[in-house]
């Protein structure tokens, strides 16, 4: 839930303002805009990686916006899932190590992870597992998968520990469609068992389909006519 | 707090494994410049120690007029040559005095295949003292009896493979192809002397009897009296030991004034004390380069963290996202750079101790310094020393991969 937020890098002009937009818990929404109308400043700002200029941003009924950066940095790593466009993973980690990461920096995750499974490495395990990423799969170097398989070894690492959001920037961009739909499916499935709300975004606006909700950036974000358009 | 340092501990292992080729290279570079450095202090310590401990117990070294560095180094260290001797006469009116306790007559000037012959009498066994007033030793024989007798340091019995009953030539010169060597009177060794890390090893000693004999038309009867009662010519030096040390500086002021012939005496830790002066200068230099060097090497791997950054964005921006926050970020950058200093710190003092004891032999044989292993307090300097120099100018990586992180959200655009 964000209201009346105004974003700008440094002293120029502000590239997001935003009076209010609403995403319900569970709901799997499509974030959709052309390049550059603020989709990334927006969802650094849910992370809490950036603090609005004005306005709040309220996650789970806590308020970003009045937190520290250390308790910012906490609620991501509790509460939120993101999966980038590409190059979503450390290369020198294991896929598994990559998929446990966020156990690392979240208490709360892993335990859940292991109230789930019995163990971080067996609920990576299971989780890549049902994305399609079988174990002779584990064990390749992980810039030895295909972006595909990248993409899905990401998709496990934001689901794990069972987070409240998840976050898809762009993340099908760089595959082709029949590797997008399969993608998707396996996202929504997986978080619905997770029961995580989806805030996945595009500029694809063909994607709208597969969700509950669809919101148009631009419309919402009444700095992006006047921003500089990439 | 644990569970994250060993987090950040296991990230920056496995992060450096994946950079192995820059790693390998900068841990190399701290490994050379940490033993260069250590080593350097070590062989100017055990340099000193060894120079300290070649004498120990006598009270003032005599010679005719010379600098004192100079006398100290011909008649202890048997370094460089006499620039004359010292008649009988004066020896034995100075040994007579009311408070000499004993003298050590030395007469120097000839070689054996290389190692220094020194015509002296028993006194030199009973009284000459080296280390902590450690007294010489018999490995094995008994002090020498005759003209023809000869009593071996262990370093000579070691390279020459010498034994007691060996019959030995000696050459008149320094050099070990004299033109004359005096074939027709060969020395038997009745003794070999226990080691001493001192110059006494690379000694061979002979009563002042066959001193004179090497230099006279090789009439053996002349020569062949008691060696206590035997009175040559000249000496080379003497060393003095007296009943009490209060008399040091009356008797050196009567040797240096003595009015027969002209004279030094100096009291060997004094004139030590100006050799360090002389050589303490070169040490300091060459540690001041070795401490250049180090540095060189934690700026290389600054260069490195620093060159490694850009690429390393996404990677951050990747570690921010899953929860990092950007501390931990300065923590991993900070910890890379402090493992690899202090793994390649310790790789180098390993260096050194696999080094020490592969030339230990060969340095206590040339050059009569006894190298010592183990590891001391100044290596531990040098571990905390380039630990915490890496660390300090590695903030500079981490600051600027801090506030990139900041600044790059959790999207980079490269």
Known sequence: MIADLRFGYGSDEDVLAISKLQVEASRRVFLFGPSGCGKSTLLAMIGGVLVPREGSVTILGADLSGMKGAARDRMRADHVGFIFQQFNLVPYLSVVDNVCLPCRYSQRRLQRAKDADGSVEISAARLLSELGIDERLRSRKTTDLSVGQQQRVAAARALIGGPELVIADEPTSSLDADRRREFIDLLLSECDRVGSTVIFVSHDASLASHFDDAIDLQLANAAAGRSRVA | ?414
Request: hydrophobic fraction near 45%; avoid cysteine.
């Open chain 2, 1 to 414: 707090m644990l569970h994250s340092v060993r987090n950040t501990l296991a990230l920056v292992f496995k992060s450096l494994v994946n950079r192995r080729g820059t790693a390998v290279l900068t841990l190399a570079s701290i490994a050379v410049s940490a033993a260069l450095l250590s080593v350097v202090d070590r062989v100017r310590t055990d340099t000193q120690t060894s120079f300290a401990n070649t004498i120990s117990g006598t009270d003032l070294i005599v010679g005719a007029r010379s600098g004192d560095l100079n006398l100290l180094l011909y008649s202890v260290f048997r370094i460089g040559n006499p620039t004359n001797n010292i008649t009988w006469e004066s020896y034995t009116d100075i040994d007579a005095r009311p408070e000499v306790d004993w003298t050590i007559p030395i007469s120097l000037g000839d070689a054996h295949r290389g190692y220094r012959v020194l015509g002296t009498d028993l006194r030199y066994f009973e009284h000459y003292q080296y280390a902590d007033e450690r007294a010489l030793e018999f490995a094995a024989g008994t002090p020498f009896s005759g003209p023809t007798d000869a009593v071996i340091g262990a370093e000579v019995a070691d390279q020459l493979d010498y034994r007691v009953g060996q019959q030995i030539v000696v050459s008149h010169g320094l050099t070990e192809t004299s033109f004359v060597t005096h074939d027709d009177n060969p020395f038997t060794v009745t003794g070999i002397l226990a080691r001493t890390g001192t110059p006494v090893d690379r000694t061979v000693h002979i009563s002042l009897n066959g001193m004179d004999l090497i230099h006279s038309d090789g009439d053996i009867d002349r020569f062949s009296v008691p060696i206590g009662d035997y009175e040559s010519e000249a000496i080379t030096a003497f060393l003095v030991g007296l009943k009490s040390k209060i008399g040091i500086f009356t008797l050196q002021r009567y040797i240096n004034e003595f009015e027969p012939e002209p004279l030094s005496a100096v009291i060997p830790g004094v004139a030590l004390q100006q050799l360090w002066g002389l050589i303490g200068v070169a040490e300091y230099a060459l540690l001041g380069v070795s401490a250049m060097v180090v540095l060189a090497g934690v700026l290389g791997l600054l260069a490195t963290l620093l060159v490694s950054l850009n690429e390393r964005r996404r990677e951050m921006s990747v570690l921010r996202s899953v929860g990092a926050r950007p501390g931990h970020v300065f923590a991993l950058l900070l910890s890379e750079a402090a493992m690899l200093a202090f793994l390649g710190a310790l790789l180098g003092l390993l260096m050194v101790q696999l080094g020490i004891l592969a030339i230990r032999q060969y340095a206590l044989s040339e050059f009569g310094i006894q190298l010592s292993v183990g590891l001391r307090a100044f290596d531990l300097y040098v571990l905390a020393g380039i630990l915490s120099i890496a660390v300090l100018v590695s903030t500079i990586p981490a600051w600027r991969a801090y506030r990139n992180s900041l600044a790059d959200g959790l999207t980079v655009r490269l």
